[in-house]
């Protein structure tokens, strides 16, 4: 694989369920996010990692949980799927220094909760 | 607090015409970066361009350039001789210094382009 995939590419869920989104990254990038993206508020940060073995809360944590066990992977997890979840989610990575710092995107996945 | 503003929600224009998106940023931070992605029709993010706060040069890049001033904290990107191929939602995004609260970056609500043959 070559930058970032995410898995499902789209998901139909019932309120009330457990979803984990997949993300994996093979540039080595040391920080990721999970946006979600809503029509006319754009990208909003849920979590992101610095680097592997840490997570931090973004603008709209409540409902969501990471973890970040290796460099690679950043799941995302819906403990109990509510209607509001409903969107579409990114995940993206970026190798954060102050020289270079470009910032690649998932394909997203497209999520309804009913 | 961080906020970014697109204020214009959509904007239309018909090719070859040169168009600008604007983005005004708040934030405490003195340095701090900022940010242009592009998501077409078919949903991906496709990064632009990345601006540190303490580089005010303005960037070209072909048909498209950004004009940085600190002093009314805007980030605006031009687009010349636009082309059907531009349409698309634009974000401009602010991101603090990471040495001090964490990686995180805020987005705006983005700006619709449609561009008319």
């Known amino acids: 694989i070559a930058g970032i995939t995410q898995a499902p590419t789209s998901q139909i869920l019932a309120a009330g369920r457990r979803m984990t989104l997949r993300c994996t990254q093979d540039m080595r990038h040391n920080a990721m996010y999970w946006y979600r993206q809503d029509l006319g508020l754009g990208l909003r940060l849920i979590h992101y990692s610095n680097t592997a073995g840490t997570t931090g809360k973004g603008e709209v944590p409540d409902g969501y949980s990471v973890s970040r066990a290796n460099t690679d992977d950043f799941p995302l997890t819906l403990a109990s799927a509510v209607p509001s979840q409903t969107s579409v989610y990114f995940c993206?990575?970026?190798?954060?220094?102050?020289?270079?710092?470009?910032?690649?995107f998932g394909p997203g996945t497209r999520l309804t909760v009913l | 607090a961080q906020k970014v503003t697109q204020a214009q929600t959509e904007i239309s224009v018909v090719e070859k015409e040169d168009v600008t998106l604007d983005c005004v940023y708040e934030?405490?931070?003195?340095?701090?970066?900022l940010f242009w992605y592009k998501q077409p029709p078919s949903g991906e993010l496709v990064f632009l361009i990345r601006?540190?706060?303490?580089?005010?040069q303005n960037e070209i890049s072909g048909r498209y350039s950004w004009n940085f001033q600190k002093s009314t904290s805007s980030f605006n990107f031009t687009i010349t001789a636009s082309q059907v191929v531009d349409s698309a939602v634009y974000f401009c995004?602010?991101?603090?210094?990471?040495?001090?609260?964490?990686?995180?970056?805020?987005f705006g609500a983005g700006t619709r382009l449609f561009v008319k043959a």
């Open positions: 995004a602010l991101s603090e210094d990471p040495n001090t609260g964490g990686f995180k970056t805020i």
């Open positions: 993206a990575s970026t190798h954060r220094d102050r020289s270079c710092d470009t910032q690649y």
């Open positions: 934030t405490r931070d003195t340095t701090y970066y």
């Open positions: 601006r540190n706060s303490f580089d005010e």
